[in-house]
């Protein structure tokens, strides 16, 4: 089975290893970014690891329906 590069996006609240595309990573920085106040925008922080995995087990995570 041939693997494909997906990751891991986590940040410092409520967000915990949520494994997606690097587009959707970006995309909900993005959002998240334009929701924060400027005064709290330098107290978040975002962690993206790369994770090797098959289109299939990517389809039986939890996060791959959202």
């Known amino acids: 089975m041939k ?3 997906y990751y891991e996006f986590s940040d410092n609240g ?3 290893k949520i494994v997606m595309c690097l ?3 970006m995309e909900w920085i993005r ?3 334009e929701n924060v106040l400027d005064e709290y925008s330098d107290d978040v922080e975002y962690t993206i690891i790369p994770v090797w995995m098959t ?3 990517f389809k039986n995570l939890p996060e ?3």
């Open 3 to 5: 693997k494909k590069l």
């Open 14 to 16: 409520d967000i915990s």
């Open 23 to 25: 587009e959707d990573c």
């Open 31 to 33: 959002s998240e970014t």
């Open 55 to 57: 289109e299939e087990e």
């Open 64 to 66: 791959a329906c959202i």
